[in-house]
């Protein structure tokens, strides 16, 4: 892989630091007129997505990481793995659930998801920004109280529990928003 | 949220990046400046000169790198300030000089730095470091249309400024005391083996961020003396001070070393820094140590940086926002 210098650095890059892969967020030059030069970074760690702050003296090296960002197809999960497919190579891939984390609520087969590979494995999994899920569980809605923002808690056919106004019932079809997690609005088929 | 990963921009853009960094307004202001500048001096009887941007020699200091071009088939070096030059006019019996000088530092790019950028510098025989602060502020005050009333303006020293900020005296090695400053604030200094270097980081992560107003530090470390002058009392601080507004460090100036040995010595030693760091070694300017030798009279110096004043000023974003254009920057 290769290495780069600080001069290199910009947002986007992926390095590697302790033996993790790390996507740089932000990179500020700062000196001191007439003294050392250092490179302020701040760099999100790819397999936890914290967010830490470092500072390099100018032209230090450190090692690329071998991280690529892939769109991939969800197909199944076996109960320990979920199986992925690229959508343009076909090649198939399996993340484990350190890996996909909270993601797996919202993944649904067939939909298009981003997967973050370091060296070929899946280290992040990503829904779309917007899911359609059905409805599998929710109490009856009351006649009539249509307005007025009641909420209560549906279960959706990943498992996942969202906020739902009163009038959802069991087999709606709902879209959500994976980023918060809220319930948007009923859906098309 | 999807990941801000491998974005790639925005890649059905058309437009070649032609505009200008600054905008049209911003260099009208630039150009009241320019003349604020030279009425300034000229009420001071402060005669303007235009030394070259290119030299067969150039400044040792291990920190700043400086460009070369070809031309004739032989080397030369971009300015990396109009010191030298300007040191051989005074030495030549010109009086009181300024220069407003395009300079050129390889390396240094970030959103303070540009490659190439623009220095008010001028020196002043018989002004000591104080006399040079004030007409320093002066032009500041002139230049951005505030009033600057002295007593809003504070003088630290070096050690003054350190201890304020972390508790620890810069002028005494002592890495137990800065790891232990480290572990309390959280933070890790990449510098574990060269106690100025360590310094820069500090002054550059801990402590500009945080200063405020208008800072004049002066009694600098005497390794970080430049072409200044030691104190003949202290001989650990050198005659050099540096301006910060709101933590920005916007001048740097000196009561001018004028010893012909010793300036010889600290190019010799610099180079030496130099090789040890794998750098590229410096012509030493012959010529201006000739002009040391002839004699130039007691002086103090200053350079300001223009684009960050107006950077500052006008509170742009970037400092090529000051400037027409870069070549170093992508204008989007």
């Given at each position: 892989m290769a290495s780069y210098s600080t001069s290199e650095f910009k947002s986007g890059l992926k390095i590697m630091l302790d033996g993790e892969p790390y996507n740089i967020v932000e990179n500020e030059f700062v000196k001191p007129g007439k003294g050392q030069a250092f490179n302020r970074v701040k760099v999100k760690n790819l397999k936890n997505g914290r967010v830490i702050e470092k500072t390099f003296k100018s032209g230090e090296k450190v090692d690329g990481a071998d991280v690529m960002d892939t769109t991939m197809q969800y197909l199944y999960s076996d109960g320990e793995y979920w199986h992925f497919m690229?959508?343009?190579?076909?090649e198939q891939v399996q993340a484990d659930a350190m890996a996909v984390g909270d993601s797996s609520q919202w993944l649904k087969e067939q939909d298009t998801c981003n997967v973050i590979l370091w060296d070929g494995v899946p280290i992040s999994v990503e829904p779309p920004n917007f899911v359609n899920l059905t409805v599998t569980e929710t109490d009856p809605g009351l006649k009539g109280?249509?307005?007025?923002?009641g909420v209560k808690p549906a279960t959706l056919e990943t498992g996942a529990v969202v906020r739902v106004p009163l009038f959802i019932e069991i087999g709606d079809l709902l879209k959500i928003d994976t980023r918060t997690g809220e319930y948007v609005s009923r859906a098309k088929e | 949220m999807w990941p801000a990963i491998g974005h790639t921009g925005n890649s059905s853009q058309m437009d070649t990046g032609w505009r200008p960094t600054a905008s049209i307004e911003l260099l009208r202001i630039r150009a009241a400046w320019l003349t604020k500048i030279r009425s300034f001096f000229a009420a001071r009887d402060v005669l303007e000169v235009d030394t070259p941007v290119l030299s067969n020699a150039s400044v040792t200091d291990p920190n700043i790198e400086s460009l070369l071009t070809t031309v004739n088939g032989k080397r030369y070096y971009l300015q990396t300030s109009p010191e030298l030059y300007m040191k051989r006019l005074l030495a030549a019996g010109s009086g009181p000089i300024f220069q407003v000088a395009h300079v050129f530092r390889d390396g240094e790019q970030g959103r303070l730095h540009n490659p190439e950028f623009t220095l008010v510098e001028w020196y002043r025989p018989a002004f000591d470091q104080f006399q040079l602060m004030r007409e320093v502020s002066a032009l500041v005050s002139d230049l951005t249309g505030r009033e600057i009333p002295e007593e809003e303006v504070r003088y630290l020293t070096y050690t003054e400024l350190f201890e304020q900020h972390?508790?620890?005296?810069?002028m005494h090695e002592n890495w137990s005391a800065l790891n232990e400053f480290c572990a309390s604030r959280q933070l890790h200094c990449p510098?574990?083996?060269?106690w100025e270097g360590a310094m820069d980081w500090l002054l550059a992560m801990v402590i500009q961020p945080v200063m405020r107003g208008l800072v004049f530090v002066n009694d600098f470390p005497a390794a970080m003396a430049s072409l200044a002058k030691l104190d003949d009392n202290n001989p650990r601080v050198a005659r050099r001070f540096e301006l910060f507004i709101d933590g920005i460090e916007m001048a740097n100036g000196f009561e001018e070393l004028t010893d012909v040995d010793e300036q010889q010595q600290r190019f010799i030693r610099e180079n030496q820094q130099r090789q040890a760091a794998g750098k590229p070694l410096i012509a030493i300017d012959e010529a201006f140590l000739g002009a040391l030798g002839a004699g130039i009279p007691e002086t103090s110096g200053v350079a300001l940086g223009l684009d960050r004043l107006l950077m500052w000023s006008l509170q742009l974003d970037h400092v090529t926002r000051a400037m027409s254009f870069s070549p170093f920057v992508s204008n989007d």
């Open positions: 690229d959508e343009a190579t076909y109280d249509t307005a007025q923002g | 972390t508790g620890l005296d810069p510098v574990d083996d060269h």
